[in-house]
Nanobody, 122 residues
């Protein structure tokens, strides 16, 4: 069964950093692309960073230069390093997996996790 589980959320002050993890089970990252989304209650889900199965990476303009996506294929985990965090980054962060090279979308994915809460506040 294809599954992903997020972890690493928490409360951080503005300007701080967090690293989120997306642990994959039932599949290997060599064949799947992973996308990170965020969505707070009542807001539209936003795709923010994707790593394709070949390792190519993409970022939304809102996080470019501050966030970095990476993966450890030996551990089957995708990371999202978030630096220079701002209050507007407060959100529930999800990861989703899709077989193949295309990044998962909000409606097209093989697995999506339950999310991890990130709160940026002084």
């Amino acid at each position: 069964q294809v599954q992903v589980v997020e972890s690493g959320g928490g409360v951080v002050q503005p300007g701080g950093s967090l690293r989120l993890s997306c642990a994959a089970s039932g599949f290997t990252l060599d064949y799947y692309s992973i996308n990170w989304f965020r969505q707070a209650h009542g807001k539209e889900r936003e795709g923010i960073s994707c790593i394709e199965n070949d390792g190519s990476t993409y970022y939304a303009d809102s996080v470019k230069g501050r966030f970095a996506i990476s993966r450890d294929t030996a551990k089957n985990v995708v990371y999202l390093q978030m630096n220079s965090l701002k209050p507007e980054d407060t959100d529930v962060y999800y990861c989703a997996a899709l077989y193949g090279r295309s990044c998962p979308s909000d409606t097209l994915y093989d697995a999506r996790g339950q999310g991890t809460q990130v709160t940026v506040s002084s």
